[in-house]
């Protein structure tokens, strides 16, 4: 009830041109868009104070006064554990599959109403942990990945489902023996027998593949969005006769500029080699450390106020 008197505030707020009266741009919500209830909700709390004196229309203010700005808050900060999970996920520079179930578990966890939540959030919890559950549907890999990442193959996070994620990927180990005993098969030589011992580094040669195969998977497809985005942007009218092969390579520089611009400065004769070596020479907390402070100039400014400023620890 209130979520849907804060859209038909916003809504009549940008239909009735009064958002020139306010501070801050209000923002629409649409079931299209992926997280646009939180900003939605952040958006409206930041010119809460400026509503009194800009709502006219007597049936919009009586829907402004039956909104509770505590449970207002605590909307807010509910819907950014979400914000949180799709940044971690959306991550292009490292691994990210192998946190899509503690992820999804973590969301579940925080979905079970407490003895402090309001009625209308503790309504909103219940609804939202039966959906998660469902509505989030995994697929084989995220079972197997979690074992082969050294950080959760215990499954402390979520134990419940240990048994089915090493019999999955115990599947696709011997998957992967019986198509290597097949290529034995079809050629001339014979499979060769194995002592114990040697069974045992195959067995560790098998994961370090399954390894290689799976870490390597995307959670999300935002980073091929992204991409698919700056190729767009580059292939202008004007630039209309841009063969695939130098759209390739405009792509790698787009994706890369950062470390080649470390790697130029680093090989400059006029830097300073004693105060920093080679990309190469780095570690890598160092180079992610050199990355992360350089891309913070490109990234969007992100909206806090005390009300969302918690650390938030996903497990």
């Given amino acids: 009830m209130m979520f849907n008197n804060v859209q038909d505030l916003v809504s009549y707020l940008r239909r009735s041109h009064n958002q020139s009266k306010l501070s801050k741009r209000l923002q629409m919500f649409t079931k299209t868009c992926w997280n646009l209830a939180y900003s939605m909700i ?17 049936e919009q203010k009586q829907k402004l006064a039956a909104i509770d700005y505590d449970v207002l808050l605590e909307f807010s900060n509910y819907f950014k554990y979400f914000v949180e999970v799709t940044k971690v996920l959306s991550a292009d520079k490292h691994p990210t599959i192998h946190l899509v179930l ?6 579940i966890n925080l979905s079970k109403p407490n003895a402090h939540d309001s009625a209308a959030i503790a309504s909103l919890k219940k609804y939202m942990h039966h959906e998660i559950a469902s509505y989030w549907e995994l697929e084989d890999v995220h079972f197997m990945v979690i074992i082969l990442h050294p950080n ?13 994620c090493y019999n999955l990927l115990n599947d696709e180990i011997e998957r992967r023996r019986a198509k290597s005993r097949s290529s034995y098969a079809s050629s001339s030589l014979s499979y ?17 593949e399954s390894s290689k195969d799976i870490l390597v998977i995307p959670a999300t ?31 790698f520089l ?20 004693t105060a920093s070596g080679s990309y190469d020479e780095l570690t890598i907390n160092e180079r992610s450390n050199y990355l992360s402070d350089h891309q913070k100039n490109n990234t969007i400014e992100e909206q806090t106020d005390e009300a969302n400023n918690d650390d938030v620890y996903f497990f």
Wanted: hydrophobic fraction near 35%.
């Fill in 102 to 107: 503690p992820l999804k578990q973590w969301l």
């Fill in 254 to 273: 787009k994706k890369n500029h950062l470390v080649l611009k470390f790697i130029t400065n680093s090989t400059s004769p006029e830097t300073n080699t």
């Fill in 42 to 58: 952040y958006s409206f709390i930041s010119v809460y104070p400026e509503l009194s004196g800009v709502v006219k229309d007597p």
């Fill in 192 to 208: 060769p027998t194995t002592t114990s011992r040697q069974t045992t580094e195959e067995n560790d040669a098998d994961i370090i």
């Fill in 221 to 251: 497809n935002t980073c091929v969005e992204r991409l698919f985005s700056a190729s767009g942007a580059a292939a202008t009218e004007s630039r209309t006769r841009l063969s695939a092969h130098k759209l390739d390579k405009l792509m």
């Fill in 152 to 164: 959760f193959k215990y499954l402390h996070v979520c134990p419940a489902v240990k048994g089915k």
